[in-house]
């Protein structure tokens, strides 16, 4: 089969054009800002991709089927020409893999406002290191580059078990199911439920609809695992249709995590399996959440291998685990200084994320920088929100809200105000005008006060202006 996909240096869409090359079918695609490091993924694939968007150039390659990415929209060129002459069928990425991969196995699909990266990381880890040799070879499609992984994404064999991250954002101009839908869930992970997708969804219970026909996708024999220590799942849980066990640190969670202990060595935690066995976990990775993660992967491997025994399940990959790029990832360590960069775009994460460090470099003077980038951090619903997340920080730097132009002032994320108050509150706080702005500031300070050691985290799901590997060079 040719597939042509449409936005393909998406980190999806790349990824699954390269699952659909190692299966034999012939692919190419079309982009814009064709750079690394997905171009040369693509490019180590042997993936035509060409610049920009061309009708003529699409009928002429005449393939069978057209994979349209979330981010292509009406007035696309070859999006108007698809539907005015209707040549060459087209599907949404979702459906794509739906029909192609996940319909011959059996998956994990991992779902929730945070987590789903490291999640499904883990599971892939603990699924490739588990597998027996004589069995199906586990898949994995992951939304982020892992460390302890050879790729994001991992076809598997037939009749093996697959890990997918469940995301909730829509699948495409034409589809406005959640991406999660068509994913077939064995069995699914529900890690946490808070509002997002802003853009998308118009409030907390629009979320929890989609979540709620998601659950409704697992057969009889499969099992739903849910945050316990999350009210809004737990009121979700249980459903009568199949199997549902509960992760959390509360007494009555059917999988626990108990004794959880960070220092600056690291974090430690026992876990106790459903069926009372326990095992001890020492690792690198900071906080309670990532336990949380940690245990709902190890379950959801567990069940999917061997339904009767989860618990014997060998956690020892744990011990050296990396996760995932820029999710708490140090950049940088010299005497005096650390350096982390993490995706986090969520009062959530960050504020878990922030205890997490305060743990980890008790009595150093702790740094957040923040850009306000995602469709949703971008407006005023979590102004008082990353406020009181952000003042976890002795010192904030805020970086100027991500194109504001597209939201009314009323309903714009105020920096200044955040940084007023967020100065009373004993964080100072400095609301940068730009991203240079931010840069001098930050290299002052760093430099200039070195009176306690320094940990500096900056929090951005897009680039930070690219000025991170600039302020590394500065004060390295």
Known sequence: MKIYFMGICGTAMGNVAVLMKRQGH???GSD???????????????????EGFDPQRLEALAPDTVV??????????????????????????????????????RNIVVSGTHGKTTTTSLAATLLTRNTPAHAPRPGWMI???PRDLPTGAELGEAGGPFVIEGDEYDSAFFDKRSKFIHYQPRVLVMNNLEFDHGDIFRDLEDIIRSFRHLTRLVPQGGAILY??????????????????????????ADCRIVDFSEDAEGSRFTLRWPGGETTPVAWSLPGLFNARNAAMAALAAGLILDPLKPASLDLSPLRDFLGVKRRQEVRLARPGLTVL?????HPTAIAQTLVSLRARYPGWQLT??????????????????????????????LAPVHRPDRYAEDNRLDTDRMARDLSAQGTQTRACTSFDDLLDSLTTATLQDTSRPRCVVVFSNGA??????EYLSRVE
């Open 464 to 469: 930070f202006g690219g000025k991170l590997p």
């Open 32 to 50: 814009t800002g064709i750079y690394p490091p997905m171009s040369d993924l693509l490019a180590g694939a042997g993936i035509e991709v060409m």
């Open 368 to 397: 957040a920088c923040f850009e306000p980038r995602s469709n949703t951090a971008c407006t005023a619903h979590f102004q008082s929100a990353f406020t009181e997340a952000l003042a976890g920080a002795d010192e904030c730097f």
């Open 68 to 105: 349209i990415g979330n981010a292509m929209s009406r007035g696309n060129p070859e999006v108007e020409w698809l539907l005015e002459t209707r040549k060459i069928p087209f599907v949404s990425l979702p459906e794509l893999v739906s029909r192609e991969i996940l319909s011959a196995r």
């Open 143 to 145: 939304g982020g580059v």
């Open 341 to 345: 960069e993490d995706f986090g775009h």
């Open 227 to 252: 945050n316990a220590d999350e009210p809004t799942l737990a009121a979700m849980m249980p459903v009568p249709w199949t199997r549902c066990l509960s992760v959390g640190t509360g007494e009555n």
């Open 26 to 28: 012939a692919v190419s």
